[in-house]
């Protein structure tokens, strides 16, 4: 029996080759030698990394005159997990400043995107959570700055602008400034079993009708014997005729 002696870790070392040896107690004594791998099984114990912005502080320029469907920028967050542990959903969950519902964020790439035209200048925050789908749910949160403006004339008002901290409730997606509830990540478990149950259910109707057109070929390719009674009466005669005429002829002798 094998016992664990130390904290075995996936993302240090997903992988590791056992060698067993084999000794039975006869004389001589017998062996045999074998090689075991072991793969370690996930389990969601990183949270979500978050690669771009790179930092609460950093901010963009937004042009005042942007058209609304316009990508802005992205979050971009990767998962040292697999599996379901490692897919990653995006979120607005608090907006401050600007005006509420200015943009949009993609649930799945982290693209966010000008939802409506901006009739006001300055700064627009985003608070954006970003959630893997493991068991427990392990998230991070990035603080995204948008500047909407021509230039950039005071760096230093900017910078002072940047919100320093805030208090996020991160069980439930609280409503914005126009009573619209945040961004609802979908379930994407929920998605792939629908996705699972409608590729059954194709390749089962799609194999139902090749066994009936297979069905239906091969009953008309089969052909009814025909009854061979007409020309076999015929030729019984015929045989009839030729043993009297046989006869005949020995009774004659």
Known sequence: MQTVKTTLDREQQGKYYVWIEAIDGGEPALSCITMVTILLLDVNDNPPTVLFPQSNQSYMLVLPNTLPGTSITEVYAVDRDTGMNAVIAYSIIKRTDGEPGSF???????NITLRKALSNRGLYSLWV????????ELYST?????FVNETVSNETLIQSLLPRSVDIDHGELPPDKEGRKGEQVPNLCGEY???LLALTVTCLGLFLTIL????FICCKKRKP??????????LNLINQETMDKSLMEISNI
Do not use: C
């Not at 990035?142 to 948008?146: A, D, G, I, P, T």
């Open 225 to 234: 014997k025909k009854k061979r009674l007409d020309s076999e009466i015929p």
């Open 142 to 146: 990035v603080l995204v700055n948008l």
């Open 129 to 136: 959570k970003v959630r893997d789908h493991g068991q427990p």
């Open 212 to 215: 009936s057109l297979v069905t």
């Open 104 to 110: 949009d964020i993609d649930p799945y790439t982290g």
């Open 193 to 195: 079993q629908v996705l």
